[in-house]
DNA sequence: TTAGGGTTAG
């Protein structure tokens, strides 16, 4: 009973909610000053934790009224350690757990104290303080402490380190289910999606939370078929799905570019009343703007209630992926306008969609405001970004002083870009300037070769084409094999390069002839320069017709009803012969086609395409 | 009177 009094919550400290302003806070505060209430401090303890939880991100006030307590409860400093662990300055954390370790109130840290300590390092991705932390608490015996152990494991896979996961993992006895949960979700993020699914495997029971984990593992680790497919097992052994399996599954569908799929995942959702989160919004209008149907993107996108900077990045990068850079920035104003604060991934997608439209002027004001008005330092993403943005405009000196003039090292990413504007624009000089820079850094990457060979093809230097085609047999670098897939009746079909076993390869290769009869009358003359070998201009023309985004057009041809457009998804850039070919088939079957590249969405219709040329 | 595992944008 006594008990029971002391930790019940002060009716005016229960005021205290997450909208209380400042103000109303330090009248609450006087308030209870002035009865005496806070002499207790117990209810000290209660009255700034109360408003350091509801409020994380104004904490300080609590700091302040903490601050100038001489003996703050043990109860109290916790709720500012965790408090902070969830705020944007968690490394305020230790200044609490500092106060407890040099406390004279004969205050020593607890399994509370560790566990909000611990969720501290993972926030903060601390890599020398995390160990210590840990240090710490075994020489504090709380190692054992089942919460702990699962922050721990929680902690390393942050830290990109599955051997402490799994030292600690393995020194746990008899690790509970949500230890076990944490160890597959560990494993999985940590690159070993195989044994995370061999643990899960031999869990003796599963709730949903471990389902999920496995799930959200494959389609983080570009598993996405194995992702629907435990999903699908998850459904048939009756595990309750929730909303958080369907981020997973939006996400892995996403990645396929399999609209029907992602189309039935939508109408579960519905079907099944799940609750429509800010975060289920954007798996789901993100996987409409990915599988090709940016206008369905754009409606989920408006009809969701909350929209965080998760949800109009996304959308921003959906409309850029699409070529539409100046909607992209109307609603990077709209979203400034709503108060909602831009993040890193946020001008990745402003950049790109300056990019996509040549808007030079619009793209370098972005970059600058970076830091200058939001503070935020550019990364190698960004840089890269900047180099696509003058190249593809074909400001290819600026492109090139701008790579010289970053303040950190260039990666191979805006050698890259400058590459493929090289390409873009024909400049064979810088061209294989650039590609020399990526394979000082990369020897052995194969989309530079592929690139520059592509490049002397396209002016006819067959011997630049057979050195490059030397250089990586010598380093033994291997091309990328293409592959397309394309969804028919709900069903993936993939189509890689060369493979001749699809059940209905003969109706493909007649459809195949068939394009190439229609295409011939109505003028086609194969492009051959992107082929990599310098072969026989006979040959030549065989192997295009082996790249898999046409193998793909022609199945769907032959599978997909009049009037429904083809959807493709291909691993690689398309090629400027295919990109003809696809031009033409569009006009002359009638056909609607678009294609997702490994860069960007391509969509066909009468005759041209929504890049204008430039991808 | 404070605590643990699963989800979204590049």
């Not at 090289?422 to 590609?435: D, I, P, Q, T, W």
């Not at 400027?576 to 490994?598: A, G, L, N, Y």
Request: proline letters at 3%.
């Amino acid at each position: 009973m006594n008990s029971l009094r002391c930790f019940a919550k002060h009716p005016m400290i229960s005021l205290i909610e997450s909208d209380t302003t400042l103000k109303e806070l330090k009248q609450i505060h006087t308030q209870l000053l002035l009865n005496g209430v806070l002499d207790d401090p117990h209810l000290l303890g209660q009255f700034v934790a109360t408003a350091a939880l509801k409020n994380h991100d104004n904490l300080d006030y609590s700091n302040q009224v903490l601050d100038q307590c001489e003996n703050p409860t043990l109860f109290a400093l916790n709720s500012m350690i965790r408090a902070h662990c969830k705020s944007s300055t968690p490394q305020k954390s230790f200044h609490f757990y500092n106060r407890i370790l040099h406390s004279n109130n004969n205050v020593s840290p607890d399994n509370y104290t560790f566990n909000f300590l611990v969720r501290t390092c993972s926030q903060l991705l601390a890599r020398e303080t995390g160990p210590s932390v840990h240090g710490a608490l075994i020489k504090h015996g709380f190692e054992h402490d089942p919460h702990v152990q699962s922050g721990l494991i929680f902690m390393y896979a942050e830290l990109g380190c599955l051997s402490s996961c799994h030292r600690v993992f393995g020194e746990i006895p008899n690790p509970d289910l949500v230890c076990q949960t944490a160890m597959v979700s560990a494993c999985a993020k940590c690159g070993d999606v195989g044994f995370a699914r061999e643990l899960f495997d031999v869990m003796p029971q599963r709730d949903p939370i471990a389902w999920n984990a496995m799930i959200a593992g494959y389609a983080q680790s570009g598993k996405s078929r194995k992702a629907l497919d435990l999903f699908n097992l998850m459904q048939m052994m009756g595990v309750r799905v929730n909303e958080v399996s369907m981020v997973s599954v939006l996400s892995a569908c996403s990645h396929l570019g399999a609209l029907d799929q992602g189309r039935w995942a939508h109408a579960y959702i519905e079907r099944n009343k799940l609750r429509m989160t800010v975060t289920l919004g954007t798996a789901l209008m993100d996987m409409y703007a990915k599988c090709g149907n940016v206008n369905k993107a754009m409606e989920v996108f408006w009809g969701m209630k909350e929209k965080n900077v998760y949800a109009w990045t996304s959308a921003m990068g959906g409309l850029a992926m699409h070529g539409f850079g100046e909607k992209c920035l109307k609603l990077f104003s709209l979203m400034k306008q709503e108060g909602v604060q831009p993040n890193e991934v946020t001008f990745v997608s402003v950049l790109k969609g300056c990019s996509v439209v040549g808007l030079v002027k619009e793209g370098r004001e972005n970059f600058e405001s970076m830091s200058e008005v939001y503070g935020i330092e550019p990364q190698l993403e960004h840089y890269g970004c900047m180099v696509d943005l003058y190249g593809r405009a074909g400001c290819l000196d600026e492109a090139l002083n701008f790579i010289n003039n970053m303040p950190v090292k260039p990666h191979s990413g805006a050698w890259g870009a400058l590459l493929n504007a090289c390409r873009m624009h024909k400049n064979m000089e810088l061209g294989e300037l650039a590609s020399r820079k990526i394979l000082e850094l990369e020897a052995k990457n194969h989309g530079a070769y592929v690139l520059l060979s592509n490049m002397y093809a396209d002016s006819k230097n067959w011997e630049g084409v057979n050195s490059v085609r030397e250089i990586m047999k010598a380093k033994g670098v291997r091309k990328l094999p293409g592959c397309s897939v394309i969804e028919v009746d709900g069903e993936v079909h993939e189509f890689i390069v060369g493979d001749k076993t699809h059940p209905r390869h003969d109706e493909i290769e007649m459809m195949l002839a068939e394009i190439s009869k229609r295409l011939k009358l109505s003028g086609y003359v194969a492009n051959t320069n992107p082929v990599l070998f310098d072969i026989e201009e006979e040959e030549k023309e065989d192997a295009l017709c082996e790249h898999t985004e046409k193998v793909a057009i022609a199945f769907g041809l032959i599978t997909l009803k009049e009037g429904v457009p083809i959807r493709i998804v291909k691993n690689l850039r398309v090629c400027w012969d295919c990109h003809e070919v696809t031009k033409m088939i569009s006009k002359t079957f009638d056909r609607e086609i678009i294609v997702r590249d490994r860069n960007r969405f391509h969509h066909f219709k009468d005759g041209d395409c929504s890049c204008k040329g430039y991808w």
